[in-house]
């Protein structure tokens, strides 16, 4: 089976750069498959999503989704397959959750035609499915950051897409929030099948909820596969420069950062 | 319901403008007015004509600069319009049409500067910059009409002075015909660019993932709006503040929808320069004012009101 989204030793240098941004990065995404790209800071994570969704084009190595050069996609017809959800949005006039949730069906919609009712039938079921329809008629502005991300993520849905990218979705969201995100995410993956990429920092939420991790270090894949595989004491020890301990629950590691200097009787 | 008041106030504001005049017309020879079907009606078709214009050119290109306290002549048209009308003048050419070609050569040769200019870092179009070129290029421009008008005769200075305020007594029926053979290509493309012009609010990153080429778009409403604009002033001078009142008070009632809202800013504009244009030839009759400065007039207090809705939100 095609893999819905695939990259092949990628090599990426951003011009005037002093070394590659991406350094041989290999990753393939199924249907009903959850990945999490991790690393620290300026490890290509960012990169890693333009190349995939054909915004960058690799030097070396190709960016496929489902089976056709990420580049090659007219951006219409991208939209219908891949949804984002990116860090950062602008809300220049305001907006009722309703109509933002509408636009993501522009990539159904033709030219002059108007919105039919089954593309106000795709809103109602992705508010639903993000748990967001007593949102409905409320002002963007006045959501909280734990509901504007529902918000987003319904509007990504609202395309119908095979394969989600959300870069960063937790950053900023206290702890209900950011678990209840994850919990939809997965949901989605395992109720409906959608493919997913996710972008994030959180090492153990992603090793909770992922089936598969990719770790990156200044471009360079360090370790992938199931997060019990990736995330060892060493590896993390190693990309991350701090002395960490691993513990187990539900059968995932989850990563308890250390004191450098232990306090005195401890 | 507002749709049928918007028509309703086109329709008043059409006919007022026939009907009132400096020129006492009584209502039974209405229809058989030389004055009436040489000047009036061909004058009140071209104010809505150049109303409706700077109202879409406006609301268009706010969602491109993204700032939604943008105007049509924010982008150095007016600037350049003004310096090739005045040049015009100054250089005595002749012939009817000699000014609205020169004022329509001047906006044209600001758009592409500024275009130019837009392109600046590459081949994306940045919003950013064409906003600070085209106030740059509009400073600049203006400078050097001012220099032109300074040395220019008292009745010359004049003449451009009063074109740079705006007025629609060059109007006749083959003006009308022009601007209505014009300006149906720019306009289908701005109303074929709504809904990406929608989504662009969103930012330009997320806009292109929902599906919106927006280099494309950008383009396509840059100089779609701008050579409405062009011509709009080519035709009518410098008149401000329809472009920039008009697409805020569509805004405010049709939302932000610009599939409803282009169609409204033009349907306003055209119906709010119908009735300056009546009001700046009727109070001082027989004299007459710019109708910039009625625009103005009515304009600058509105928009404050609308400033403090804003800012309350």
Known sequence: MTPLLRLQDVHYRYPGAASDALHGVSLAIATEQFHAVLGPNGSGKTTLVRIALGALVPAEGRAMIDGRAAREWPRQELARVVGVVPQREDNLFPQRVRETVLLGRYPHLSLWGRERPEDHAAVDRALVACDAQHLADRWVWTLSGGEYQRVRVARALAQEPKLLVLDEPGMSLDLKHEMGLFELVRGLVTEQGLGVLMITHDLNLAARFADSLLLLERGRPIASGPPADVLTQQTVETVFSWPVMMQTIDGRPQMIPLRKQKESGA | ?313
């Open chain 2, 1 to 313: 319901m507002k749709w049928a008041l918007l028509i309703v106030a086109t329709v008043l504001a059409l006919t007022a403008s026939v009907v009132f005049g400096p020129a006492a017309v009584s209502l039974g020879e209405l229809l058989h007015s030389d004055i009436v079907w040489n000047l009036r009606v061909p004058r009140a078709l071209l104010a809505f004509l150049v109303g409706g214009l700077l109202g879409v050119a406006g609301a268009g290109l706010q969602a491109l600069v993204r700032n939604p306290l943008a105007d049509p002549f924010l982008l150095g048209l007016s600037g350049g319009a003004g310096l090739g009308a005045v040049l015009a003048i100054a250089l005595h050419l002749s012939g009817p049409w000699a000014l609205p070609i020169a004022a329509f050569a001047g906006a044209l040769a600001a758009l592409g500067l500024v275009y130019r200019l837009g392109l600046i870092a590459g081949a994306a179009l940045d919003p950013r910059i064409l906003l600070l070129g085209g106030v740059a290029i509009g400073a600049f421009a203006a400078a050097i009409t001012t220099a032109i008008v300074s040395l220019a005769d008292a009745a010359e200075l004049r003449n451009a002075f009063l074109w740079l305020w705006g007025g629609l007594s060059g109007a006749s029926w083959d003006t009308v015909l022009l601007v209505a053979l014009y300006a149906p290509i720019p306009l289908l493309v701005l109303l074929a660019a709504a809904r990406p012009l929608d989504l662009l609010a969103l930012g330009e990153e997320s806009a292109g993932y929902l599906g919106a080429d927006i280099e494309a778009v950008k383009r396509r409403v840059y100089l779609a709006a701008s050579l409405l604009t062009a011509v709009a002033v080519a035709v009518s001078g410098v008149i401000g503040f329809v472009g920039l009142v008009v697409p805020h008070i569509a805004r405010l009632t049709w939302g932000h929808r610009h599939r409803a809202l282009l169609p409204a800013a033009f349907l306003g504009g055209g119906a709010l320069l119908a009735v300056a244009d009546t009001l700046a030839r009727t109070v001082v009759a027989p004299r007459e004012l710019p109708v910039g400065v009625v625009t103005a007039l009515i304009g600058v207090p509105v928009f404050t009101l609308l400033l403090r809705r804003w800012s309350i939100g």
